[in-house]
């Protein structure tokens, strides 16, 4: 890590260091082993996942193309911190440049608001499949669906970039210590020269917007889903409608619930080690588990699976 004198600061740093995870030589090493598994059995799931959409017809719906996206996203997103992640485990300094730092942040949160995206675009999928069946087919088209696909992942890309623009110009100052495995606005912000309360407000700002209202989103399909359920006569109608949104219910409690007690946490020590193990468990737990959940529970994509290992 490069560190300048400046006149009117005591230094100013070019690189940072990751503390990511404390601890014994053969911890680390133990540690680099057991995400090493992790990651690539998540490779292995999503990519799984996408191989079976992609070669059997019978998955060639909206609903699987959606699927078959976001197994694509949650492969980047564990990329976007795991790989620094195992290097950090077997390094003595466990520097990050600069500009790989701001990298891993844009991609980070541009992937994080995306699957905030795809989550919502998969909840109005379930919302016209079950509340609007005979006029499903007609409504949620090809050409829609792929329309939606793009958006959800320019929308993700572009929310982060001019707030990213504006923290790479800053100067940094101090230790250049981020506590945490990943570069995080919060210790970014705190090594900085001078304070910048704007910038701050432009953080708290936008960071929390997307989450909110696209959950209220899929809250409110997921509420007229409920409804129109409800109003289906046979228990069997009934359990058949409720098992089609489940794996996604499931999927948008594990994220939005690791999310909200990130954010609830309080600014303490206490409050920045819980922090970082929830990131921790959506960044890299949840796309772990988020093949098995739609798996589990789905024939057709059992089915699918079973025909593309055995191939």
């Not at 995080?184 to 912000?189: N, V």
Request: glycine residues 6%.
């Amino acid at each position: 890590m490069k560190i300048s004198n400046t006149p009117n600061t005591s230094s100013t740093i070019t690189g940072f260091i990751l503390l990511g995870f404390p601890c014994p030589r053969e911890g680390q090493i133990l540690l680099f082993v057991l995400f090493s598994a992790l990651y690539l059995l998540t490779l292995m799931g999503n990519g799984s996942i996408i191989c079976a959409v992609r070669w059997d017809q019978r998955l060639h719906t909206p609903m699987y193309i959606l699927l078959a996206n976001f197994s694509f996203l949650e492969i980047w997103y564990v990329t976007s911190t795991v790989p620094n992640m195992l290097a950090n485990f077997l390094s003595d300094d466990k520097l990050i440049s600069f500009s790989g730092c701001f990298l891993q942040f844009y991609f980070f949160f541009s992937l994080g608001s995306t699957e905030c995206f795809f989550l919502a675009i998969m909840a109005f999928d379930r919302y016209l499949a079950i509340c609007r069946p005979l006029q499903y087919p007609t409504i949620m088209t090809g050409r829609l669906c792929t329309n939606f696909v793009i958006s959800c992942w320019v929308l993700g890309f572009l929310w982060f970039l001019i707030p990213i623009i504006i923290i790479s110009q800053t100067s940094f100052c101090g230790s250049g210590i981020i506590d945490h495995f990943l570069c995080d606005p919060g210790p970014l912000l705190a090594l900085t020269c001078k304070k910048a309360p704007v910038m701050e407000l432009v953080f708290s700002t936008l960071c929390p917007i997307p989450l909110i209202i696209l959950f209220l989103f899929i809250m409110g399909s997921y509420a007229l889903v409920i409804k129109a359920v409800l109003k289906v006569p046979s228990t069997a109608g009934r359990r058949k409608a409720f098992s089609t949104c489940g794996s996604h219910l499931t999927v948008v409690s594990l994220f939005y619930g690791s999310v909200v007690v990130m954010y609830g946490s309080p600014a303490s020590e206490h409050g920045a080690r819980m922090q970082m193990t929830v990131t921790l468990f959506y960044s890299v737990v949840t796309p772990l588990l988020n093949p098995i959940i739609y798996s589990l529970r789905n024939k057709d994509m059992k089915k699918a699976l079973k025909k593309f290992l055995r191939l």
